[in-house]
């Protein structure tokens, strides 16, 4: 079979340090935004609705991890979180929290170099336009 190739923006994260736990991802995806203000208040209001039962965390759980993969676009949260329920909280926050703010740290150089990158490739040509 042919296969045709070329830069897809996927980049390979291991998960704190853990080569073992390795996410496939497009950092640059911009999508995201637009996914996470679509998928929000759907979390918002089931996190309102919870009791503090154990069927209820574990079904805020679940559905937070597919918010996760949904959002980011690929399967990652069985690898990112492990058996452990992204509730479960560390330094402050939900593990899912921290999760998502270091994924959107990582994402902003990623973004503004593929930016840069553009720029450069764009006034390449524009430079070149009669005036």
């Known amino acids: 079979m042919q296969s045709l ?3 897809d923006g996927l980049k390979r ?6 080569e073992n736990r390795v996410i496939v991802v497009n950092a640059t995806d911009v999508g995201i935004i637009k996914r996470y203000k679509e998928k929000l208040p759907e979390i918002e209001k089931l996190s309102e609705e919870t009791e503090d039962s154990e069927e209820m965390i574990n079904t805020l759980d679940k559905k937070i991890r597919e918010f996760v993969d949904y959002i980011i676009g690929s399967p990652i949260s069985e690898t990112v ?4 329920n ?6 402050g926050q939900t ?3 921290n999760f998502l703010t270091a994924y959107m740290e990582y994402m902003k150089p990623e973004i503004r170099t593929e930016y840069e990158r553009s ?8 430079a070149q336009l009669p005036e």
């Open 5 to 7: 190739n070329f830069d």
């Open 13 to 18: 994260l291991a998960i704190n340090g853990d």
């Open 81 to 84: 979180f492990g058996k452990t």
């Open 86 to 91: 992204c509730l479960s909280m560390a330094g």
């Open 95 to 97: 593990i899912f929290e």
């Open 119 to 126: 720029k450069k490739r764009v006034e390449k040509y524009t």
